[in-house]
C-alpha cells in the first residue's frame, strides 16, 4: 500500500466511527487542522425543477457570534458561495468574493452576505460542492465549507491549498460521506423522536388511528404530535410533511 493509499484508508476508517453529524465535524476539525482550517460550514437541500430552493439544512461550525449574525439576518441574505456551487463544482476559494462583490451578478443580498464575511476577517477558505443529483422532478445538493482563522492571508492559504488540493479535497469527499443527511435535516427541523416516529409512519400510510395503535397511544396524543410536527416543518397537511421530508431525505 502506497502512502497516499494509506492516508485515504486512515481517513475512512476515522470518519467510520462517527455516530452524528458533530461526530464527522469533531473530526474533521482534526484532520483538517494540519492544513489550516478550524471552521466548517456544511449545507444541503433541495432544488425545483426551475432550479428555486425548495430548502435547505445546515450544520455549522463557524463560531457562535458570527453564524447568529448570520441566522438573525438571514431573510435579507444570498450566499454567493451557495449559488456558485449550484451551477459549478469547481471549488470556490473565499478570496473571490472581493471581486464578485462588484459583479453585476451580485444582488444587495450577496453583498449583505459579503460585507458579514468581510467584518468577521473569514477571508481564507475554500467551498466545495460535494452533491448535485437527481431526486424525484428536482435535484438534491449539499456542499461544504473549509476555512482558517480570522486575519489568515488569502494569498497564502490560495497558494497551500493549490499545492494540497487532492488531499484536501478528499477530506472533504470523505467527510460529507460520513454524515447523515437525514439526521442534518432533522434537525434543521427539530423534531423530537417522536414526531420524527409519526412522520415515519406516516410515510408508510397509516391513518391516524392506526399510528395511534402501532405507537400504543391515544388518539389525541398522535394528533397531538402530528400537528407539532406540521406546525415545525410548516406544513400545511400530514400528505405535504410527507413530501417535504422524501425532498429533504428526512426519511
Not at 437525514?182 to 415515519?200: F, K, M, P, T, W
Not at 400528505?239 to 426519511?251: E, F, P
Amino acid at each position: 500500500m502506497n502512502t497516499q493509499s494509506y492516508i485515504l484508508t486512515d481517513l475512512s476508517a476515522k470518519f467510520a466511527a462517527a455516530r452524528s453529524a458533530a461526530d464527522s465535524f469533531a473530526i474533521l476539525a482534526d484532520v483538517a487542522r494540519p492544513f489550516g482550517y478550524t471552521r466548517f460550514h456544511y449545507t444541503q437541500g433541495y432544488l425545483n425543477q426551475d432550479l428555486t430552493l425548495f430548502d435547505r439544512a445546515a450544520h455549522s461550525r463557524m463560531g457562535a457570534e458570527y453564524s447568529a449574525i448570520i441566522d438573525a439576518n438571514a431573510h435579507e441574505l444570498a450566499d454567493p458561495l451557495i449559488d456558485h456551487c449550484l451551477a459549478s463544482d469547481r471549488p470556490k476559494m473565499w478570496s473571490e468574493l472581493a471581486t464578485d462583490y462588484h459583479s453585476p451578478l451580485m444582488t444587495e443580498k450577496h453583498r449583505k452576505k459579503i460585507n458579514i464575511v468581510n467584518d468577521y476577517g473569514l477571508r481564507s477558505g475554500v467551498t466545495f460542492r460535494m452533491r448535485r443529483t437527481r431526486y424525484g422532478n428536482g435535484w438534491f445538493y449539499a456542499g461544504i465549507s473549509f476555512v482558517q482563522e480570522p486575519g489568515e492571508s488569502s494569498a497564502e492559504h490560495d497558494r497551500a491549498y493549490l499545492e494540497h488540493a487532492a488531499h484536501i479535497s478528499k477530506i472533504a469527499e470523505i467527510a460529507v460521506t460520513s454524515m447523515n443527511v437525514g439526521d442534518i435535516s432533522r434537525q434543521r427541523y427539530g423534531l423530537s423522536a417522536r414526531e420524527y416516529d409519526v412522520l415515519n409512519l406516516l410515510a408508510e400510510g397509516l391513518q391516524v388511528q392506526q399510528i395511534a395503535d402501532r405507537l400504543s397511544l391515544a388518539d389525541r396524543t398522535t394528533a397531538h404530535h402530528l400537528a407539532a410536527m406540521r406546525a415545525k416543518m410548516g406544513a400545511r397537511s400530514n400528505a405535504q410533511a410527507v413530501a417535504m421530508a422524501m425532498r429533504m431525505q428526512v426519511i
